[in-house]
């Protein structure tokens, strides 16, 4: 049946929600490392911004996790 392969197709792909949130913890990732080696090198420091991109890092870690479990949850559900 049609429905049930479009399902199953749907749950077999990563979620767009997912899929935002680690690209955005990917940037965050890439704007940390680049203040911390302008730090290192004598640049600014921006202790501020840091902080603030350290936090966003830690809780969209935590929203990655919590969105990986639920779609693999889900997943589970279909294939039994």
Same mark, same amino acid.
């Given at each position: &049946?049609?429905?049930a392969?479009?399902? %199953?197709?749907?749950?077999?792909? %990563?979620p767009a929600?997912?899929? /935002?949130v680690? *690209? *955005?913890?990917q940037? &965050?990732? *890439?704007?940390?490392?680049?203040?911390? *080696? &302008?730090?290192?090198t004598?640049?600014?420091a921006h202790?501020?911004?840091?902080?603030a991109i /350290?936090?966003r890092?830690? @809780? /969209?870690r935590?929203?990655? @996790?919590?969105l990986?479990a %639920?779609?693999?949850?889900? %997943? @589970? @559900?279909a /294939?039994?």
């Amino acid at each position: &049946d049609t429905a049930a392969a479009r399902v %199953k197709v749907a749950l077999a792909s %990563k979620p767009a929600e997912l899929a /935002d949130v680690e *690209r *955005r913890l990917q940037t &965050d990732e *890439r704007a940390a490392a680049s203040l911390r *080696r &302008d730090a290192e090198t004598g640049g600014p420091a921006h202790a501020e911004e840091l902080s603030a991109i /350290d936090a966003r890092l830690s @809780a /969209d870690r935590a929203l990655v @996790a919590t969105l990986t479990a %639920k779609w693999q949850a889900e %997943k @589970a @559900a279909a /294939d039994a």
